[in-house]
């Protein structure tokens, strides 16, 4: 009895790019931060900087008592502007800590 015929496969070398390739946009598209957020916090974070902090930790955020506080992390920054040692309490929003995170980090 004759076979059916088969029908025509792709060979599996040209599938794997052909299906990656959506699934890289979708990931670049939902899990990647644009450039432009990415610079509006930072900008949002160098104001909050300037207005709050530059008098004693300096333009650079190196300077001062503190030393270099430019690798400090979410958790630092919200434990230091909450009132920490000789800090003042700031009593920022979580959105403000992390831009002022941001920025310190944009600065190394």
Known sequence: MP?????SRLPSAFLL???SLPVFLLFAAT???SVAQDQDIITKGKGLFEENCVE???EDAKSGDSGDIRDADKQQVTMATGGFESMPDFEF????IEAITVYLNSLK
Do not use: S
Not at 3 to 7: A, D, G, I, V
Not at 93 to 96: I, S
């Open 17 to 19: 790019p052909a299906l």
């Open 93 to 96: 929003e979580t959105d403000k």
């Open 31 to 33: 899990a990647l931060p």
């Open 56 to 58: 004693c930790h300096g």
């Open 3 to 7: 076979r059916p015929p088969q029908p």
